[in-house]
């Protein structure tokens, strides 16, 4: 099996760009792994690559299911496996690029998901809009104390689901993650910058949002956009502005400190895989030396787990 290039790290870092280009240098094709890009109308707010940014590059799991539906990490494996044996079967490069560092993991290790009941689920988001997530949260307390210390009680998604599988199998989700082994050959390359430039990167990239028209696109979509996609940065801030909670100032400031959350989130995930093989995004041989990683990558050179360096958000 060809060694499968995963290009992850923290939003603003030119994530996109690069898979591209490694696509076009490799023979390959891109295969989304940022969570909201599946969801078809969600464009500016995601950053989505459009066709000509794209040059001719195959774009997977991008645009496949609408705005109302809620995608889990386990669909998106099985989506995910699927492409990759079939890039695989083609004589095609992969090249993973996004920083949904859950899903990343979810397609390239060994990992197990709990069943889904879709019925229970809607009778329990039904009841956290009626009764409110403190509740919910409370009533996993009572079943799961360890469970529930390390679910944010405003997180109705998290509660939602930890009392769907304690319903399904009798035993709370598991919050240990297998270990740092691939399942699936692969490379991962992170991206990073220093914490100026990113804050930096980030406005300049919600200002664009702005300016290419986020409003619009939530409003567009605002009546049918499931809970999971509600909850994305920059849709949710957008909403509480139409909704009437904040005005558009705020909204646009807050989705600026939320994204910066989400890099930060983002880096303390990847930084702490010692797989990821850390390169400077602003460094004007990027694609080279990601070339020489990818070539090292296919002669064994690199091993498992041999990553030259473990990082954190610079300060």
């Known amino acids: 099996m060809s060694v499968v290039v995963a290009v992850v790290g923290p939003t603003a870092t030119g994530k ?16 989304n792994a940022d969570a909201f890009a599946l969801y078809r109308g ?27 539906v809620a995608v889990s990490v386990a669909h998106y494996r099985e989506a995910g496996r699927q492409v990759l044996a079939d890039l695989e079967a083609r004589g095609r490069r992969a090249v993973v690029v996004g920083g949904s560092g859950l899903y990343v ?13 879709p019925d229970l689920r809607e009778e329990l988001e039904r009841r956290a809009d009626a009764e409110g997530p403190a509740a919910l949260h409370a009533e996993l307390a009572a ?47 992170g991206l990073e910058l220093g914490r100026e430039a990113l804050d930096a990167a980030i406005s300049a990239r919600v200002e664009t949002m702005w300016t290419a028209g986020l409003v619009d696109e939530v409003r567009a979509l605002r ?19 139409l909704d009437g ?30 797989r990821v093989h850390w390169l400077d995004a602003a460094a004007p041989d990027l694609l080279d030396q990601a070339l ?13 787990s041999a990553a030259p360096t473990r990082r954190a958000l610079p300060g």
Do not use: C
């Not at 993991?105 to 009941?117: N, S, V």
């Not at 009546?223 to 502005?241: I, N, P």
């Not at 909670?245 to 702490?272: C, N, S, Y």
């Open 16 to 31: 996109s760009g690069l898979g591209v280009e490694l696509a076009l240098a490799l023979g390959g094709e891109v295969v």
């Open 42 to 68: 969600m464009d500016i707010g995601t950053a989505k690559t459009t066709k000509a940014q794209r040059r001719g590059v195959a774009h997977h799991l991008v645009d496949i299911v609408g705005a109302d």
């Open 105 to 117: 993991r979810a397609l390239l290790d060994p990992m197990h998901f709990p069943g889904t009941d």
């Open 143 to 189: 079943l799961a104390p360890d469970t529930a210390a390390m679910i944010d009680p405003r997180n109705v998604r998290r509660v939602v689901r930890a009392l769907e599988v304690y319903a399904l199998t009798g035993r709370p989700p598991t919050t240990d993650l297998p270990a740092y082994t691939y399942e699936i050959p692969a490379l991962q390359i």
């Open 223 to 241: 009546e049918t956009m499931s809970r999971t996609a509600r909850g994305a940065v920059g849709y949710a801030q957008v909403l509480a502005m």
């Open 245 to 274: 909670h904040i005005d558009e100032p705020a909204a646009q400031a807050q989705t600026v400190t939320a994204t910066r959350r989400l890099a930060r989130k983002q880096m303390g995930w990847f930084g702490r895989d010692p």
């Open 292 to 304: 020489r990683l990818v070539a090292d990558a296919d002669a064994g050179r690199l091993g498992d």
